[in-house]
């Protein structure tokens, strides 16, 4: 499995507390597939659509958090 929990550097929610997420969403005409989806724990999915928070992509898979100003 490519995800073993959620993808937010630093937490360690495993993968069956996790949420599925869409990187580019399908709504949007994102692919609804392995390489346009992540999983996130509720905590950090409800960052990832909440727009106070900008969320960064690193090489590694990861993702992390920022909020705007």
Excluded: K, Q
């Excluded at 490519?2 to 709504?27: I, L, M, N, V, Y």
């Excluded at 989806?37 to 090489?59: E, K, N």
């Amino acid at each position: 499995m490519r995800d073993g929990g959620c993808t937010a550097r630093g937490c360690e929610t495993s993968a069956s507390g996790c949420h599925a997420h869409h990187d580019d969403p399908w709504s949007r005409g994102g692919l609804t597939d392995l390489a346009n989806g992540r999983l996130l724990c509720p905590r950090h999915h409800r960052l990832a659509h909440d727009a106070t928070y900008a969320m960064t992509i690193h090489a590694d898979n990861t993702v992390s958090f920022t909020r705007r100003t």
